[in-house]
């Protein structure tokens, strides 16, 4: 009998560790997700190079999204500074930006 436990409980830790790891990659696949909507919708906001003060708004709305979100710093970085920006968006960054968005990226 107690050779039947032992096999319990080492069958246990193995179901144990099987649904650890589905959980992680299910968190890993919403968590990919998210990165990846923040991104577009970032980049759709500055597709044409041209952003708007309500684009300039909807990009510093989405500096915290996008830092929690895991999206990559060829992303965040120049949101953050366009978010930061006064009245003038800084071109460069809107250029990062389109870069970072590209296919080829």
Do not use: F, W, Y
């Not at 032992?6 to 144990?16: D, H, K, P, T, Y």
């Amino acid at each position: 009998m107690l050779l039947h436990t032992s096999a319990i409980l080492v069958g246990c830790g193995q179901i144990e560790e099987t649904a650890g790891g589905i959980a992680s990659d299910a968190a890993s696949q919403v968590a990919g997700a998210a990165a990846e909507e923040v991104r577009s919708q970032v980049c759709v906001l500055v597709e044409d190079g041209v952003v708007s003060v309500e684009d300039k708004e909807l990009l510093g709305d989405l500096v915290t999204a996008a830092g929690t979100a895991g999206v990559p710093a060829e992303i965040t970085e120049p949101l953050a500074e366009i978010a930061a920006a006064g009245d003038q968006v800084p071109e460069e960054s809107v250029n990062a930006l389109r870069e970072a968005c590209s296919p080829s990226s």
